[in-house]
């Protein structure tokens, strides 16, 4: 497209939004063209943000009119690339914020579900759940900031999933608007609903690649009387997989929470965190965080028998339960600094895995012997949600080497850790995505027919390849 043509894109987008929703302004749009750690940039003609789903359709409309590509974002906290545009373009770009769609439209509390606006912050709907006493349990680090729209997106995953699910079974209802401009109505508070493919399923996890999500229909659940927080020392990943299943065991579905931590992710923490500080004398190669919620008010009791039994038994070393509010609020910071502490600890290369629970301590085992003999020296930081067979398995650089070289090595050491999580029958990406970062590994190790109905599901939503070009397949 010529620059002309750009500036009657823009022309009609301005008339269509109003200027608080076309804006072209450099200065404006450049905390949206950069991705949160700098890793990804890249340059858009505008960023347009409707206020509404007629608002959405209209300029995905012109958009695709004037061949405009568009890229959907919402609190840009994604961890892949794909809410930011691309560095290489073939054609013009705009972004596609949800941050103006920020309307509770309904919240039904005998239902159990809550219908918002993709612009929603997380934070802020699991606010006005906890108002109408509802729970709404997605939760994630990021949630001060992200968006329902993002959530969605991504099928994010976070702390509570082995209680609730992922967002893909958090969600009844969808409203889309299509790559055409159409606006697809899905917004059904139903729990059953058998009535021939189920749509919206589509979109969740689809990184905006097919539609730009404007509400959603999400589901509540009966908020906890009683919550209890402990932090418990084991021995190896083997006994936490015996701590998990007994842990359910005892107290069922009211384990909300399991989380694996080794010793080195704690140091940095400890190390780099301001404040930070383990709450037990003794160090540990490994620690579990585990929550325990109750409708009723027996959750403290009830985690403390368990940790008494678990003590005897010699599941676990040492432990602590948080006696107040501000005690577990300590405890999950720890957790959730890891990801800060590694960044100030300096270069990191990520890998955001999952396996059956049960080959978790393989994968832990064969994966650090793998990377260590391919780079001496790497430090290995493993920690995640060990209730979803999902770990964050990072390398920091070793002492003292340069960073950059060893950036350069992420690809390569990718691969040694991707192909034996392949072999324990795993994910390269359990909760992030694929995005930009990870296309590569979605062709290598999603290939052959999954791939192929991937991409002919997207030729058939998005024949243009306008929305989001170059997020889950090469831009072709
Ligand atoms: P963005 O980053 O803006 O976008 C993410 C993707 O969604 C992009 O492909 C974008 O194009 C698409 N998108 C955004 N809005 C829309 C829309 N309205 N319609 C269609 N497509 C859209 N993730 C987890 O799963 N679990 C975690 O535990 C977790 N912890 C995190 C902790 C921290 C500190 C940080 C920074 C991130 C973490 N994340 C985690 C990643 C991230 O927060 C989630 O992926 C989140 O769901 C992204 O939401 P967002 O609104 O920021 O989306
Ligand atoms: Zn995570």
């Not at 969740?204 to 906890?224: H, N, S, V, Y």
């Not at 990377?371 to 070793?398: E, K, S, W, Y």
């Not at 909760?431 to 997207?458: F, N, P």
């Amino acid at each position: 497209m010529t620059p002309a043509s750009s500036a009657a894109a823009i022309d009609a987008l301005e008339q269509a939004l109003g200027p608080a929703g076309c804006i072209t302004d450099a200065a404006q749009m450049a905390p949206h063209l950069v991705e949160w750690r700098g890793l990804f940039t890249g340059s858009a003609v505008a960023l347009l943000s409707p206020a509404s789903a007629d608002e959405a359709a209209a300029a995905v409309k012109l958009c695709a009119q004037h061949g405009l590509a568009m890229v959907p974002q919402g609190g840009n906290t994604g961890l892949v690339g794909g809410g930011v545009p691309r560095e290489v373009t073939k054609r013009p770009q705009v972004i596609l914020s949800g941050r103006r769609l920020k309307r509770i439209r309904a919240l039904d509390p005998d239902n159990y579900t809550l219908t918002a606006e993709a612009g929603c912050v997380l934070a802020d709907l699991q606010k006005a759940a906890a108002e109408a006493d509802r729970l709404f349990p997605l939760s994630l680090g990021a949630e001060g900031s992200c968006q329902l729209g993002g959530n969605i997106a991504t099928n994010a995953g976070g702390i509570n999933v082995l209680r609730y699910g992922n967002t893909r079974s958090l969600v009844l209802g969808l409203e889309v608007v299509l790559p055409t401009g159409e606006i697809l109505n899905l917004l059904r508070g139903l729990r059953k609903d058998n009535t021939g493919y189920d749509l919206k399923q589509l979109f969740i996890g689809a990184e905006g690649t097919l539609g730009f999500i404007t509400a959603a229909t999400i589901k509540l659940f009966p908020r906890a009387r009683s919550s209890a927080t402990a932090l418990v020392t084991v021995a190896d990943p083997h006994a936490a997989v015996r701590l998990h299943a007994h842990a359910r065991e005892a107290l069922g579905d009211d384990v909300v929470a399991f989380e694996l931590i080794n010793q080195l992710a704690f140091e940095l923490v400890t190390r780099h965190i301001p404040g930070a500080r383990l709450p037990m004398d003794a160090q540990s190669p490994w620690y579990v965080l585990l929550e325990v919620d109750s409708v009723h008010a027996d959750a403290g009791t009830r985690l403390q028998s368990f940790l008494e039994a678990s003590l005897d038994a010699g599941e676990i070393a040492d432990g602590t339960v948080a006696q107040s509010g501000q005690q577990r609020e300590e405890l999950w910071r720890l957790r959730h600094s890891i990801s800060e502490a590694e960044k100030l600890a300096g270069a990191g290369i990520k890998h955001d895995i999952a396996v059956p629970l049960s080959r978790v301590p393989e994968l832990l085992a064969t994966a650090t012997e793998a990377v260590t003999q391919r780079m001496p020296g790497v430090q290995v930081v493993a920690f995640g949600h060990l209730g979803d067979g999902n770990l964050h398995f990072n390398l920091n650089q070793p002492d003292g080497s340069d960073a950059d070289a060893f950036l350069a090595r992420w690809h390569e050491l990718g691969e040694v850790v991707y192909d034996i999580v392949a072999e324990l029958g795993g994910t390269f990406s359990a909760e992030h995505g694929v995005g930009i970062l990870k296309r590569d590994d979605l062709a290598r190790y999603r290939g052959g027919a999954e791939l192929a109905l991937m991409q002919t599901l997207k030729r058939a939503i998005d024949p243009g390849n306008l929305m989001n070009p170059g997020v889950l397949f090469e831009d072709a």
